[in-house]
T-cell receptor, first 114, second 116 residues
């Protein structure tokens, strides 16, 4: 199947700093990318959806100014957690889809804010 | 609105015995349904999907699922569990196209433990 690469796999940052997570589709054009958040022992919660070249659509309750999403090309989307706090510590997962096809998932990023 | 309910948060089986992970869905139209597996601290891998073709869907690693419209169910089964099957399993429904895109709606997950 298609490959979605997410980087970094783990990151530890200090409270108040910003962290950028990258999501790349390696062998297809990701017209749509999704960002999820997963708390320990819980399911995935969709944070936002982005279409290449357009502003992201955020789910209710997700602060767009805190979780900045950029989808500037058909192979790359980034999620920036701004002014991170310990409560932002979580597992973040991206997925990418070409057209209306199957969505492929990245490996996830474990963010720890200390 | 579409939703999925995974009836068991934890399932424990012995190696070599059958696996049954239960999922019920709610949808006002013919849904697309998926099962994903997640190993610890990893992303998700698609096991199988139903998209209105054959009701019995065969996936990877010996898993299969049967779409039963009358029961609104999409249970995941495997005849013989392997230790490597221990993971978290998610039943997922694709939402109806709206607002310019459709999205995946995840169940709460079922943690499968396999004992020697």
């Amino acid at each position: 199947g298609a490959v979605v690469s997410q980087h970094p796999s783990r990151v530890i940052c200090k409270s108040g700093t910003s962290v950028k997570i990258e999501c790349r589709s390696l062998d297809f054009q990701a017209t749509t990318m999704f960002w999820y958040r997963q708390f320990p022992k819980q399911s995935l919660m969709l944070m936002a959806t982005s279409n290449e070249g357009s502003k992201a659509t955020y789910e209710q309750g997700v602060e767009k100014d805190k979780f900045l999403i950029n989808h500037a090309s058909l192979t790359l989307s980034t999620l920036t957690v701004t002014s991170a706090h310990p409560e932002d510590s979580s597992f973040y997962i991206c997925s990418a889809r070409e057209g209306t096809g199957e969505a492929f998932f990245g490996q996830g990023t474990r963010l720890t804010v200390v | 609105a579409q939703s999925v309910t995974q009836l068991d948060s934890h399932v424990s089986v012995s190696e070599g015995t059958p696996v049954l992970l239960r999922c019920n869905y709610s949808s006002s139209y013919s849904p697309s349904l998926f099962w994903y597996v997640q190993h610890p601290n990893k992303g998700l891998q698609l096991l199988l999907k139903y998209t209105s073709a054959a009701t019995l869907v065969k996936g990877i690693n010996g898993f299969e699922a049967e779409f039963k419209k009358s029961e609104t169910s999409f249970h995941l089964t495997k005849p013989s569990a392997h230790m490597s099957d221990a993971a978290e399993y998610f039943c997922v429904v694709r939402s109806q196209f709206s607002g310019g895109y459709n999205k995946l709606i995840f169940g709460a997950g079922t943690r499968l433990a396999v004992h020697p």
